[in-house]
């Protein structure tokens, strides 16, 4: 099965100018989660022998459903405060912690502000909050709290989109909208002015106005995965079940290594009761040891008559990559690297080796790889379904060429099962 178990919480996520990739915007995030967090958070650690508790989870959930996640924060630190070693209380202490700090004008305030709510993450993360669920947040905060990168390169639209912000976090909606709206005026490429503008209509139910400026934030950069996956979430919510998949989708090709996207695939999944999964194929695992050796986890039957032995082919291929065939093919490149290229030779030779040991019957995940490569599928199940650092440098230039294949393999194969 290709994915674990993920929370059913939209999140939002962004990456940042003048940030390393992947890294993510926790106040983008926390503007979806207080779309849903009410409802979630007014049942968590709910004790009836403990009402005060209770009734502070209550009121922290009532402003968060408001958009007031700054308002929220001093019954935030108060219910942490009563019951400190509870993931869920620390994780949504920290969303109001990023909160605040985008009001602060202090640039001093915020820094403390960014590396109590890292810590905060930290902390739910310990108490055993999954990676999958807290480890983008905490990659997105800088250990030493300083300011993320800028919205814009011009600096009015900046202003106004970080005004946009500071009234959103304040639950003053209108006001926001207004701000994102003069922020996209005087930058028409600024994708986050238009992105949270679309929010802005989804928290009032406007869905087709939501969709107009999603579609705005999608025009700007299509190769960014939030404004196709927010786009979703109106879809999800009129059960238009079908169309929403087409956006989760889109999301997922164009940034499949990042784990927003791969969640909203699985909140359809989960919507719909369908079962996701790649093919399952065991590639043998390649590493080379401190003596420059390969090693290899290459299980093979000697005795069988399926081909299986062509698996040895993957093996000699990938090491005649790493000895000449990368520097041949990538003279730019100093250091060798694993190849997308170099993996759908390794593949497909192994499919051509079954010839050379006269296999009866085919291996079935042999057969499998002959498949999705006749269907021009194979570089596509490579890139989403087992990449490395190495193959996943070449995704981007594989998905700006290659984009239908990409959605035929997910739609085929993930969602139908092959079929």
């Known amino acids: 099965m290709l994915f674990a178990s993920y929370s059913q919480i939209l999140f939002r996520n962004n990456t940042m100018k003048n940030k390393t990739s992947p890294s993510y915007s926790n106040l983008v995030k926390m503007r979806a989660l207080s779309i849903v967090i009410a409802a979630l958070f007014i049942t968590l650690n709910s004790n009836a022998q403990d009402l005060t508790v209770a009734q502070m989870q209550e009121k922290a959930a009532e402003l968060l459903s408001q958009s007031?996640?700054?308002?929220?924060?001093?019954?935030?630190?108060?219910?942490?405060?009563?019951?400190?070693?509870?993931?869920?209380?620390?994780?949504?202490?920290?969303?109001?912690?990023?909160?605040?700090?985008?009001?602060a004008n202090d640039a001093a305030e915020r820094k403390q502000l960014r590396i109590r709510a890292r810590n905060a993450f930290l902390k739910s993360k310990e108490l055993g909050k999954p990676a999958s669920e807290v480890d983008g947040f905490i990659q997105g905060i800088q250990a030493d709290g300083s300011d993320p990168g800028e919205f814009s390169d011009n600096p009015e639209s900046n202003a106004a989109t970080e005004a946009g912000e500071k009234a959103f976090t304040s639950g003053k909606l209108d006001e926001a909208l207004e701000h994102y709206k003069r922020a996209l005026a005087l930058d028409p490429k600024n994708y986050h002015a238009a992105l949270f503008a679309g929010d802005m209509y989804l928290k009032k139910d406007d869905y087709s106005n939501a969709e107009i400026w999603y579609q705005k934030a999608i025009a700007i950069d299509p190769f960014k995965e939030t404004a196709h996956r927010y786009s979703a979430t109106p879809l999800m919510k009129q059960k238009k079940y079908d169309q929403a998949l087409d956006r989760y989708i889109e999301a997922w090709i164009v940034e499949p290594y990042n784990k927003f996207s791969v969640r909203g695939m699985l909140q359809w999944g989960e919507a719909t009761n369908t079962k996701l999964a790649h093919p399952k194929i065991d590639v043998p695992k390649i590493t080379v040891g401190a003596d420059g050796k390969t090693n290899s986890t290459v299980n093979i039957n000697p005795l069988a008559d399926d081909g299986s032995m062509a698996w040895m082919m993957y093996v000699t291929t990938r090491e005649l990559w790493r000895k000449e065939k990368f520097?041949?093919?990538?003279?730019?490149?100093?250091?060798?690297?694993?190849?997308?290229?170099e993996e759908a030779e390794a593949l497909r030779e192994v499919v051509n080796g079954t010839k050379t040991f006269k296999a009866k019957k085919l291996n079935e995940q042999i057969g499998l790889i002959a498949k999705l490569d006749k269907e021009g599928l194979l570089e596509s199940y490579i890139l989403m379904a087992i990449p490395d650092n190495g193959i996943a440098e070449d995704h981007a230039a594989f998905v700006r060429s290659n984009r239908e294949k990409m959605r035929q393999y997910v739609k085929k194969y993930v969602v139908g099962g092959g079929k």
Not at 68 to 74: C, D, G, N, T, Y
Request: glycine residues 0%.
């Open 68 to 103: 007031k996640p700054v308002e929220a924060l001093p019954w935030l630190e108060k219910i942490v405060a009563a019951q400190p070693n509870d993931m869920n209380n620390q994780f949504y202490y920290a969303f109001c912690l990023i909160a605040k700090a985008t009001q």
């Open 327 to 341: 520097a041949k093919t990538y003279p730019k490149e100093k250091e060798y690297r694993h190849s997308l290229a």
